[in-house]
């Protein structure tokens, strides 16, 4: 680290908390951040949206090319599914069924 990559800050007389606030948003290359913003700051629950994105556009897609509704509640399910891992309402059942489907055990 070069020296004017250090700050320093006291919490308690509030000093340089600003600027530790603006070198954090350009080492993250975030331009503003306003009140109520989320930022995801895990890889697997970035990964996670992903892939919940992607569920929900299959759902759009399908239902544009009148894909019957139990394939588009597949895709609905795995998209919940997504969103259960970061919230952890993901069952037991639904994490054997996860694992028992990329896995052959005892064969």
């Known amino acids: 680290l070069k020296e004017e990559d ?6 308690s007389n509030k000093t340089n908390i600003q600027q530790l606030k603006d070198k954090l948003l ?8 306003k009140s109520g ?3 995801v700051t895990s890889l697997r629950h970035y990964q996670n ?3 919940t994105h ?4 299959r759902v759009l897609q399908g239902m544009g090319s009148g894909i019957t509704g139990d394939f ?3 895709d609905i399910r795995q998209s919940l599914h997504y969103l259960g891992e970061i919230t952890g309402t ?18």
Request: overall charge negative; hydrophobic content about 55%.
């Open 6 to 11: 250090f700050i320093f800050i006291s919490a």
């Open 26 to 33: 350009s080492f993250f290359q975030v331009s503003t951040v």
């Open 37 to 39: 913003d989320v930022l």
């Open 49 to 51: 949206l992903l892939q």
């Open 54 to 57: 992607e569920s929900l556009d």
């Open 72 to 74: 588009l509640a597949m």
């Open 90 to 107: 993901i069952t037991t059942d639904d994490l054997l069924e996860n694992i028992f489907s990329k896995f052959c055990i005892g064969k």
